[in-house]
């Protein structure tokens, strides 16, 4: 089975290499060269274009930054639904507004293609593990067409419903993981300036009611954990302004379905302020920086 991957960002990158890992031919393509060639170096075949990467592909995956590249690269002129193969399969793993993947899955099903959004969970640690979550949308067929790729780079697959239903799951979650992050640094900070040791209160919390993922996996604090961007400057994992993108499509999912979000509405104010005071390329656990007076 050949399989094209487009997009080889932080997250895309490991994906991809661990799909190599498991032995399946591999072309790829992304704008950034140093993003082909640590591919090619690994064995995947450098392709010149996303066109040319897909032609012969039996799968497609893309993981991209926004709606509007994911539309691009399946819509646009020469895109993939132009390009592909007859009868591949289309794997989305980007995560994008619920309408747009919708759009693009309607498109595809139209030109014969079967088609899923299969946005992930888990983060760089996740991805470069094989550990993340699949969380899809789409027809039940088609993932069960996907299951053996996104078993080689994920633990748990979810199917969530219909085409789009994927998009929607994923931003709940990221919604409540960038409110717990939040409220993770807002506490962290709160201890310190009152004179407890972060990573004592951090393993106080772990153990008690506010235990969450933020506190306990991604901790924000430097120096509290290793392997995570508080211990390496901020630098690398899940993007500010990617978070800040989620919070915002959370708002526009939370209008159209006339559903209350008032901190989902906040913590996307706080991201917004955070990415306007120069963050925005930091790790979204930056926050801390911000609530603790440091950025």
Same mark, same amino acid.
Not at 168 to 182: E, H, S
């Given at each position: ?36 060639? %640590? ?84 983060? %760089? ?7 993340? %979550? ?105 993007? %500010? ?55």
């Amino acid at each position: 089975m050949k399989i094209a991957f487009i997009g080889l960002g932080n997250m895309g990158a490991p994906m991809a290499l661990n799909l190599l890992k498991a032995g399946y031919p591999l072309s790829v393509f992304d704008l950034v060269p140093s993003a082909l060639k %640590t591919l090619a170096d690994a064995g995947a075949v450098a392709a010149v274009s996303a066109a040319a990467a897909v032609r012969d592909a039996d799968v497609v995956v893309s993981m991209l930054p926004a709606s509007a590249h994911v539309r691009k690269l399946y819509l646009g002129d020469g895109g993939v639904l132009d390009a592909a193969k007859p009868g591949a399969l289309l794997i989305d793993s980007s995560t994008i507004a619920p309408q747009a993947a919708r759009e693009v899955a309607e498109e595809a099903l139209a030109k014969g293609f079967a088609m899923i959004d299969a946005p992930v969970s888990g983060g %760089t640690a996740g991805a470069a593990a094989g550990t993340l %979550t699949f969380i899809v949308g789409g027809p039940a067929a088609a993932l069960e067409r996907a299951r053996p790729l996104l078993e080689r780079m994920g633990r748990n697959i979810f199917h969530a419903g219909a085409s789009g239903a994927g998009q929607i799951a994923k931003i709940c979650n990221n919604m409540l993981l960038g409110i717990q992050m939040i409220g993770t640094a807002e506490a962290i900070s709160l201890g310190v300036a009152s004179g407890v040791d972060a990573k004592v209160l951090s393993d106080i919390m772990a153990k008690s009611s506010g235990r969450n993922w933020a506190l306990e996996v991604y901790n924000p604090w430097p120096g509290v954990m290793d392997n995570v961007p508080a211990s390496r400057g901020y630098s690398g994992g899940f993007g %500010t302004d990617l978070m800040l993108k989620d919070l915002g499509l959370a708002q526009e999912a939370a209008t159209a379905a006339d559903a209350a979000t008032p901190l989902g509405a906040l913590a996307r104010e706080l991201y917004q302020r955070h990415s306007q005071s120069g963050s925005g390329a930091l790790d979204f656990s930056s926050i801390v920086q911000a609530l603790a007076g440091k950025g």
